[in-house]
C-alpha cells in the first residue's frame, strides 16, 4: 500500500512536469520563465502547507550552496557600480530556494525522478535528431552549415551547444550505462549537433561529457566508442564555416607567435600588445572582455563591481576599441572570472567552497551503493558546467542558473532516496 498521499502525488507529477519544462521550452519565447515561475509557486504552496521538513538534510544543504552566492553577493552590493541590479540579482538568489524547494518536491520520489531522467532525455534526442536533419539538409544546400531559417536559429546558436552539452551527461548516463544502442546513437549524434552549434567551447564541453559518460563502460569498448566520437567529430568538422575560420585564426595567432623582428628592443615594446592580439586571435576577442573583467577585480578586489553587475561595469573597464566590438556583454565567457570580476575574492572563495562542498559530499557519501549511482549522472553534468576551461559560461546567466540548481537537487535529492527495494515495496 503507498504511503503517499494523493496530494503528494500531484505535487510530485506537477514539480516533474515543470522541471521538464524548464529545459523542454528552451527554444521558444519565455525560454526558461515558464518552468521556474511553476516551480517557484509549487514551493511556496509546500512550505504554506508546511510539508517539509526545513532539517532535512537536501533541503539543508541546498540552502548552504545558496548561502555560497548570497554571502558575496549581499557583500558586494556596498561598492556596486549598480545597486539595483545587484540587489535584483540577491533576491534572485533567494527566490531560487523556493525553486530549489519546488525542485526537490518531483525529485525525491525515486519513480518522479526517472520521469524526470526519461523526459529530459526524450528532449535531448529530439534536439539531436533536429540538429542532425537540419545539418544535412543544410550540407546538402550549401555544401556547409549555413542559417536556413531564423525560426530555426536555436538549432545553429552558441546557447544550443551549451545547453546541449550540459544536459548530455545526465540525459544519456542511463542508456549508455546499459549499452542501449540508442544511447551509443544519441552520443554520436550529440557530437554532429555540437559540431552545427559552431562553437570550440561546445565541443570541449561534449567531450569532456563523452570521457564522463564512457568512463562506466569497460575500457576497451569506452576505447572504441570514444574513437568513433573523435571520427565524428574530424568528418563534420570540415563542413562547419565557423569553426574553419576559428581555426584559421590559431594558425594565424601561432605564426605571430615568433615573429621576425631585429630591434629587440622595438619588439619588447609590442609584447605585452602582441600577446593580447594573438589571444584575440585565438578565442575569437574574448581577450578584450577577460582584459576588463582583470581590470573591474583589480578596481575592488575584495568584493569586485558588484554582483550581476558585468554588463554595467564593462563600458567603464574596457578600453575604446573593446567597446567597438563588445557594446555590454552579459558576462567575461567564464565563470571563475566572472566570479571574481563582480564578487571579487569572496566571491571567488564562495565558487570554490560550493565545488568543495558538492565534491565532499558526493565522495563521502555513505549511503547504498543505488543512490551513489543516482546521483552519478547529476555529478557528471555538473563536472561539464563548472570545468575550469570552459568559456562560454557564466554564473549568473539565468538559463546556467537554472540548470545549475536543478543538477544541484538532483545530486542532493539522490543520497536520501529510499533504496530500490524499499521504493518498490511501497509502490505495490
Excluded at 25 to 37: A, D, K, L, V
Excluded at 47 to 66: E, H, V
Excluded at 271 to 284: A, K, V
Aim: glycine fraction near 8%; charged fraction near 15%.
Amino acid at each position: 500500500m503507498s504511503n503517499h498521499t494523493k496530494n503528494d502525488v500531484i505535487l510530485m507529477t506537477l514539480s516533474s512536469a515543470a522541471s521538464i519544462l524548464l529545459f523542454a521550452w528552451q527554444p521558444f519565447p519565455g525560454e526558461y520563465r515558464i518552468g521556474i515561475f511553476a516551480l517557484m509557486v509549487l514551493g511556496i504552496y509546500r512550505l504554506l502547507q508546511k510539508q517539509p521538513d526545513l532539517n532535512r538534510p537536501a533541503l539543508t544543504r541546498l540552502l548552504q550552496l545558496l548561502a555560497c552566492s548570497a554571502i558575496p553577493a549581499i557583500a558586494s552590493l556596498g561598492l556596486s557600480i549598480n545597486k539595483s541590479s545587484t540587489l535584483e540579482g540577491i533576491g534572485a538568489i533567494f527566490v531560487s530556494a523556493f525553486v530549489g524547494l519546488g525542485m526537490i518536491t518531483g525529485l525525491e520520489n525515486t519513480k518522479a525522478r526517472l520521469m524526470q531522467q526519461r523526459g529530459i532525455t526524450i528532449i535531448v534526442a529530439a534536439w539531436i535528431l533536429s540538429a542532425c536533419l537540419y545539418s544535412a539538409i543544410s550540407i546538402g544546400l550549401h555544401g556547409s552549415i549555413e542559417t536556413l531559417s531564423p525560426y530555426l536559429s536555436f538549432l545553429t546558436s552558441s546557447r544550443f551547444g551549451r545547453l546541449l552539452t550540459m544536459l548530455m551527461p545526465m540525459a544519456l548516463w542511463r542508456p549508455i550505462r546499459e549499452r542501449s544502442v540508442g544511447g551509443f546513437g544519441l552520443l554520436l549524434g550529440a557530437g554532429i549537433a555540437t559540431i552545427l552549434s559552431g562553437q570550440r567551447n561546445n565541443i570541449l564541453s561534449y567531450l569532456i561529457g563523452a570521457c564522463l559518460l564512457l568512463g562506466q563502460l569497460p575500457r576497451k569498448l569506452a576505447i572504441r566508442l570514444f574513437a568513433a566520437v573523435a571520427a565524428i567529430i574530424l568528418c563534420v568538422y570540415p563542413f562547419s564555416p565557423e569553426l574553419k575560420t576559428r581555426t584559421q585564426h590559431i594558425i594565424s595567432a601561432v605564426n605571430i607567435a615568433a615573429p621576425v623582428v631585429q630591434d629587440e628592443a622595438r619588439q619588447a615594446e609590442k609584447t605585452e600588445t602582441t600577446l593580447l592580439d594573438r589571444f584575440n586571435l585565438i578565442s575569437s576577442d574574448r581577450g578584450f572582455i577577460y582584459d576588463a573583467a582583470i581590470k573591474m577585480g583589480r578596481s575592488n578586489p575584495l568584493t569586485g563591481t558588484g554582483a550581476f553587475t558585468f554588463k554595467d561595469a564593462y563600458p567603464k573597464f574596457a578600453d575604446r576599441k573593446d567597446k567597438q566590438r563588445f557594446s555590454a556583454p552579459p558576462g567575461p565567457h567564464n565563470i571563475y572570472l566572472g566570479i571574481l570580476a563582480q564578487t571579487g575574492i569572496i566571491g571567488l572563495a564562495g565558487l570554490f567552497f560550493t565545488v568543495h562542498l558538492l565534491v565532499r559530499w558526493h565522495t563521502s557519501c555513505k549511503s547504498s551503493e543505488f543512490n551513489c549511482e543516482e546521483a552519478n549522472p547529476y555529478s557528471a553534468s555538473l563536472i561539464v558546467m563548472l570545468f575550469p576551461l570552459i568559456t562560454q559560461n557564466d554564473f549568473y546567466s539565468s538559463f546556467f542558473s537554472a540548470t545549475f540548481l536543478y543538477m544541484g537537487c538532483g545530486l542532493l535529492t539522490a543520497y536520501y532516496l529510499p533504496s530500490r527495494e524499499s521504493d518498490l515495496q511501497e509502490s505495490a
